[in-house]
C-alpha cells in the first residue's frame, strides 16, 4: 500500500543553518505530495505542495521538489529561523489507492530552531 | 473567512465513557475529513464526508466509532466507549472540492486522554 517515510527528530539547529527533512514515499499511481507544518499550539497548516514530476513547491523560503525517479520530496530550507520550530509531517494522496480526499502521512519531524 | 474550528480543544475522561467530538468546517466546504495522531505517530485517515453522506469510512478503527454531519455542516464523532488506545488528537480537515491539487484545510485539534 501508499505509506511515507520521513526521517525521525528531533532536528536541532542554530538559526540560520541550512536544513534538510528527508521524505520519500512508496505509492500505487501518481500521487500529489504536501508538506504539512504543526507550530505549538496550533493546527496543521500546508507549507508547499507538488502535483507532478520535477515540480517544486515553494513557501516562505521552504522548497521541496518532487523527485519521481527516487520517490522523494525532500524539505529544504537555505537559513532557518527561531520562528521555524515546529513539527514538519509530509503527506501524499493518491487517486489510485483511496483517492485525492484521504492524505497519508508520515510520522513527523519535529524540528528545534536555537538562537 | 473563519477557518475549521473543533471544540473541545482537550478532553480528559476515564475508560468506559463517551466523548463527542465537534468540527465546523470552512463555510461552503462540502468535504469534510476526520483524522487522528495516536502516541506522536503518524497521522491517520478515519472518514471522509461529501456532505452529509460518508464517501470513505475505511479508517474508522472499530464500530466504538460514530461519525455523522446531519445537515451537511458541522460533524460530530463520537467514541463509546472511549478505551486507554483511543488517546491522542484527533483533527478535522474540510476542502471545497476534490481533486490532485487541492488543498485540505486543518483545525487546531482536539486532544483526547482516556484514563
Known amino acids: 500500500g501508499n505509506s511515507v517515510t520521513q526521517m525521525e527528530g528531533p532536528v536541532t539547529l542554530s538559526e540560520e543553518a541550512f536544513l534538510t527533512i528527508n521524505c520519500t514515499y512508496t505509492?500505487?499511481?501518481?500521487?500529489?505530495l504536501f508538506w504539512y507544518v504543526q507550530y505549538p499550539g496550533e493546527g496543521l497548516q500546508l507549507l508547499l505542495k507538488?502535483?507532478?514530476?520535477?515540480d517544486k513547491g515553494s513557501n516562505k523560503g521552504f522548497e521541496a521538489t518532487y523527485r519521481k525517479e527516487t520517490t522523494s520530496f525532500h524539505l529544504e530550507k537555505g537559513s532557518v529561523q527561531v520562528s521555524d520550530s515546529a513539527v514538519y509531517f509530509c503527506?501524499?494522496?493518491?487517486?489510485?489507492?483511496?483517492?485525492?480526499?484521504?492524505?497519508?502521512f508520515g510520522a513527523g519531524t519535529r524540528l528545534a530552531v536555537h538562537p | 473567512e473563519a477557518g475549521v474550528t473543533q471544540f473541545p480543544s482537550h478532553s480528559v475522561i476515564e475508560k468506559g465513557q463517551t466523548v463527542t467530538l465537534r468540527c465546523d468546517p470552512i463555510?461552503?466546504?462540502?468535504?469534510l475529513y476526520w483524522y487522528r495522531r495516536v502516541m506522536g505517530k503518524e497521522i491517520k485517515f478515519l472518514l471522509h464526508?461529501?456532505?452529509?453522506?460518508?464517501?470513505?469510512e475505511s479508517g474508522m478503527p472499530n464500530n466504538r466509532f460514530l461519525a455523522e454531519r446531519t445537515g451537511g455542516t458541522y460533524s460530530t464523532l463520537k467514541v463509546q466507549p472511549a478505551e486507554l488506545e483511543d488517546s491522542g488528537v484527533y483533527f478535522c480537515?474540510?476542502?471545497?472540492?476534490?481533486?490532485?491539487?487541492?488543498?485540505?484545510?486543518f483545525g487546531p485539534g482536539t486532544r483526547l486522554l482516556v484514563l
Open positions: 505509492a500505487t499511481g501518481y500521487p500529489s
Open positions: 464526508f461529501v456532505k452529509e453522506s460518508k464517501q470513505d
Open positions: 503527506a501524499l494522496s493518491d487517486l489510485l489507492s483511496g483517492g485525492y480526499n484521504k492524505l497519508i
Open positions: 463555510s461552503g466546504h462540502d468535504n
Open positions: 507538488a502535483t507532478k514530476a520535477d
Open positions: 480537515a474540510s476542502t471545497r472540492g476534490q481533486g490532485r491539487a487541492e488543498t485540505q484545510y
